[in-house]
């Protein structure tokens, strides 16, 4: 079966302090991972994919195939990366896109 | 520019009308996506098109819904005879090429209540 887990529904850390958001996935085949996040009152948009292996806004995420994972972090969360993130994949070659429940990251001043 | 639009922003309809959601993707995007999100929940995938071709129905929960993009631009969601489950955020979403690895841009969403 096909699906993305993000185990913690919600995560609330120190402004300064580092940040994980988990991601894990049940795909058979080669799939496509992304990170997508929504800020408060704005519309659900990409914050980063797999295949690009960039940075941004600080963050990053590294596929490891071996644990089926695509976790999200950041060394130093900031108060405006509060927001709700959803990771989500979709198969090579296909158009149907699974996304997990979301996480709402809630940073502290 | 414009990006995604939808309207209407909120719908209220009671258990048994019928009800149609219209997405404007941005201008000369090839692919549309539909989801559905109901409340706490990610979005879920509804339908694809690829340009006026419907390529993927797979997620359409049952014949009470239906979309159609005849011009390969705007894109109407119909739900039939509307139920309470029906409530939920539905989400419009296009990409600009037909990639599995391409950025989709979504709307604000249509809030959906059905009483």
């Known amino acids: 079966a096909q699906r993305v887990t993000q185990p913690e529904k919600l995560l609330s850390v120190f402004k300064g302090a580092p940040v994980e958001l988990k991601c894990n996935y049940s795909?058979?085949?080669?799939?496509?991972l992304f990170w997508y996040v929504q800020y408060s009152r704005q519309r659900l948009q990409l914050l980063l994919r797999?295949?690009s292996r960039e940075s941004i806004k600080g963050f990053t995420a590294d596929l490891n195939k071996g644990e089926t994972s695509f976790h999200l972090k950041k060394p130093f969360a900031q108060e405006e990366d509060s927001a709700m993130y959803y990771c989500?994949?979709?198969?090579?070659?296909?158009?149907?896109?699974?996304f997990g429940a979301g996480t709402r990251l809630f940073v502290k001043a | 520019g414009a990006g995604v639009s939808q309207s209407p922003r909120y719908k209220v309809a009671k258990r048994g009308q019928d009800v149609a959601l219209r997405c404007d993707p941005i201008?000369?995007?090839?692919?549309l996506f539909w989801y559905q999100q109901a409340l706490g929940q990610g979005p879920e995938f509804l339908t694809y098109?690829?340009?006026?071709?419907?390529?993927?129905k797979s997620g359409l929960p049952s014949d009470r819904f239906f979309a159609e993009r005849p011009e390969g631009s705007v894109s109407t969601l119909k739900i039939q005879r509307t139920q309470q489950e029906d409530s939920a955020v539905y989400l419009c979403?296009?990409?600009?090429?037909?990639?599995?690895?391409?950025?989709?841009?979504f709307g604000p969403g249509t809030r959906l209540t059905v009483l």
């Open positions: 098109f690829q340009n006026e071709a419907q390529l993927d």
């Open positions: 989500a994949l979709r198969g090579r070659g296909g158009f149907k896109t699974i």
């Open positions: 795909y058979s085949g080669s799939p496509e």
């Open positions: 797999h295949i």
């Open positions: 201008s000369g995007h090839v692919s």
């Open positions: 979403a296009s990409s600009p090429i037909a990639d599995s690895v391409n950025e989709q841009f």
